[in-house]
């Protein structure tokens, strides 16, 4: 498989990731160095392991959870962004309770964001392809993008508050709704 088809693919599997941390960052404010790392390296850690472990997992395996996987994914970002939405609404909430770059928060965000590395891998699987440096550049540019994104949603809480948590929880959910309908063959 070619470079420039592992790129195009990592941009792809990425714009979860990317999308979330936009809304991270808006709902966060203005993130820290360590939030920043921490959103950034989880992200690309699991868009690169979900390849492999989906190279590995075997059509047997995934065959069991590829109808679950989805709904999983839906329910985890549609839960977020609903609690985000609250929060917005009520400021006397305070931000420390929030921060969704630590602990299990962080973790549930990074394989929502990855689910579709797992189908990716086990299609590279099926196909014989090698399998660790196109997750290596899935890592790299589903880390970087995450950057990307938690810089425009640092810029958007600052220039629109906290109101912009809406906005970020909004996203959530149409990520969430997405995969969904994607799932079900709808779109």
């Avoid at 990307?148 to 958007?156: A, E, R, V, W």
């Avoid at 948590?165 to 997405?178: A, E, K, M, T």
């Amino acid at each position: 498989m070619s470079i420039g088809i592992v790129i195009c693919i990592a941009l792809a599997l990425a714009m979860d990731a990317f999308a979330v941390s936009i809304a991270c960052a808006a709902y966060l404010g203005q993130l820290t160095g360590r939030q920043k790392f921490r959103l950034s390296f989880h992200f690309g850690f699991f868009q690169f392991l979900m390849p492999l472990i989906g190279w590995f997992a075997g059509k047997h395996i995934v065959h069991y959870v590829e109808f679950y996987d989805r709904w999983i994914a839906f329910g985890i970002l549609a839960i977020i962004g609903i609690k985000m939405i609250t929060d917005a609404n009520h400021p006397e909430v305070q931000r420390i309770n929030k921060d969704v770059t630590r602990g299990f928060s962080l973790v549930v965000l990074s394989v929502a964001t990855s689910i579709d590395a797992l189908a990716v891998g086990f299609s590279l699987g099926i196909i014989k392809s090698q399998i660790f440096i196109p997750a290596v550049i899935i890592g790299i540019v589903a880390s970087g993008m995450s950057l990307i994104g938690i810089s425009i949603g640092s810029f958007l809480s600052s220039k629109f508050g906290n109101k912009v948590s809406i906005f970020g929880g909004v996203i959530l959910i149409l990520i969430g709704i997405h995969i969904l309908l994607e799932h079900l063959n709808i779109i």
